[in-house]
């Protein structure tokens, strides 16, 4: 472990702001990955999962040895996560039967430990501190674990729990203004904050996915692909543009 630890890369790899586009762009990954883990789930599940498998492989690969931020590299790892979170967090329901309850708080307590032990390795939880290679893969582990989280949770609350997915988004978006109260007007410290509102983006984002594509549960059911191409083409775009804006940026620096 020393010596993944020795691996630092100079600068945080993680994005050097987090701004409304940040978390714009999460909620829609969020949504994009529930929207398109369904979608290909309807084909093979199976299949599905051996595939989203090698593409977030893939993904974490290409994202791991660059040797800074890149915000198109990033993303497209946030991405691939979304979508392998989500087929992780159906197939133990679909495949195994295990109930939603039970899968969201095995997640719950997985997501807790990475945090705990991440904390206890290196000190701290801040993001901006990504600068070696281990601090990256716990931040990646730790997202992987949010995301099949989030879907489960989201599943709970608009199926098991019988509020619909309507239901689900309302709450879910209360619950993610707490960080916002909390930092603001209750001083809450900026790192919890920020690993609270990033933790239930995936079930607000996934619950909206679902509201759009599904008929049951209260859902309009415009369908899982049709949501996938166009939350694809919004990720996109916005990608694109954080991407020239950073150029831009460090040019001008």
């Not at 979508?83 to 329901?93: M, R, S």
């Not at 933790?199 to 008929?215: E, M, Q």
Request: aromatic letters at 12%; one cysteine or more.
């Amino acid at each position: 472990m020393t010596g993944v630890r020795e691996r630092t890369t100079a600068v945080a790899k993680v994005p050097p702001r987090i701004t409304a586009i940040f978390w714009l762009l999460k909620l829609i990954t969020t949504a994009l990955g529930e929207a398109t883990g369904d979608f290909l789930a309807t084909i093979n599940l199976v299949l599905t999962a051996a595939v989203g498998l090698l593409i977030f492989a893939g993904a974490m690969w290409w994202q791991l040895r660059s040797p800074r931020y890149d915000a198109f590299r990033y993303w497209s790892a946030v991405a691939a996560v979304a979508v392998f979170g989500t087929l992780a967090a159906d197939g133990i329901h679909i495949v195994l039967g295990v109930p939603y309850l039970v899968s969201s708080v095995v997640f719950a307590l997985a997501t807790a430990t990475v945090f705990a032990v991440w904390g206890r390795v290196e000190g701290t939880l801040d993001i901006h501190s990504i600068d070696t290679q281990r601090r990256e893969l716990f931040y990646w582990l730790a997202v992987l674990m949010t995301f099949a989280l989030g879907t489960a949770a989201g599943d709970l609350t608009a199926t098991t729990l019988g509020l619909g997915y309507a239901g689900s988004i309302v709450l879910f978006a209360v619950v993610i203004c707490i960080p916002l109260v909390g930092r603001y007007a209750l001083r809450m410290p900026q790192v919890l904050a920020f690993w609270f509102a990033y933790v239930i983006t995936r079930p607000l984002g996934a619950s909206i996915a679902d509201f759009l594509g599904k008929k049951q549960a209260g859902g309009r059911g415009y369908g899982d692909g049709p949501v996938t191409a166009v939350l694809l083409v919004l990720f996109l775009a916005l990608v694109l543009a954080v991407s020239r804006s950073e150029r831009a940026r460090a040019r001008t620096a």
